[in-house]
């Protein structure tokens, strides 16, 4: 049996193993703590569609997450997600708020208000589509416009995404009517709360379940 003094002894010896072993083993099953930082205001002027993942990582940085294709990054203000092709770099970029007020406004290029306070009246026109997507938990309206010639033009994609249980976007409420498909809400009061822009209008989402 051991004295006072062998048991803190071999204690000790113990905990120095333990500890780190402990500290391993968290590392394995937690995600990495990541220093955010604010995001670039006017990111959509230096990150397009078709930019390299180099040009991303000089803007951005390295990404916090990489899913398959998507570069995820979130900051304190916002969270990009990207979309890449095996051949011509980005597919589309998504921008998506992590909260309401003037510090957490983007510029949006060829439109008068910033992501922020951008509402769904400020967007709408006859030759835009209007979709709206429903979830168990969530439901979201899209709205897609495109901007330019034909040959040249960008795809603009303003989301409202109402969701109960996603940590990445302020949540922006709206009712919707079922009946005649198309929002209960008056436009002007529904809050664009993430914006995509692309060269095609297929498959432009913002990805809340991450």
Same mark, same amino acid.
């Given at each position: ?15 120095? $193993? ?14 990495? *703590?990541?220093?955010? *930082? ?15 993942? !180099? ?12 899913? %398959? ?11 990009? &997600?990207?979309? $890449? ?12 708020? &992590? %909260?309401?007020?003037? *510090?957490? +406004?983007?510029?949006?290029?060829? #439109? ?19 979709? +709206? ?5 969530? &439901? ?11 040959? #040249? ?10 969701? $109960? $249980? ?7 409420? #709206?009712?919707? !009517? ?33």
């Amino acid at each position: 049996m051991l004295d006072g003094f062998s048991s803190s002894f071999f204690g000790k010896i113990l905990g120095s $193993f333990t500890i780190p072993m402990l500290n391993k083993i968290t590392e394995l099953f937690t995600r990495p *703590k990541i220093k955010l *930082k604010k995001a670039p205001k006017n990111v959509f002027d230096y990150i397009k569609p078709t930019s390299s993942k !180099d040009r991303v990582k000089e803007i951005l940085g390295s990404p916090h997450n990489i899913l %398959g294709r998507k570069w995820c990054y979130e900051f304190l203000d916002a969270v990009f &997600q990207i979309n $890449f092709s095996e051949e011509h770099g980005a597919e589309y970029i998504v921008l998506g708020l &992590q %909260g309401m007020g003037e *510090k957490y +406004y983007f510029s949006i290029p060829m #439109f008068g208000k910033p992501l922020g306070k951008l509402t769904l009246a400020d967007v709408l026109e006859d030759e835009g589509v209007l979709e +709206y997507n429903q979830w168990t938990w969530s &439901q979201e309206i899209v709205y897609t416009t495109k901007i330019g010639p034909s040959v #040249f033009c960008t795809y603009f994609h303003f989301g409202v995404l109402s969701n $109960f $249980f996603s940590h990445l976007i302020h949540e922006s409420e #709206f009712e919707w !009517d079922h009946e005649n498909n198309k929002p209960r809400t008056s436009p002007e009061n529904i809050l664009i709360n993430w914006v995509g822009i692309s060269q095609g209008s297929d498959n432009v989402c913002f990805e809340w379940r991450l």
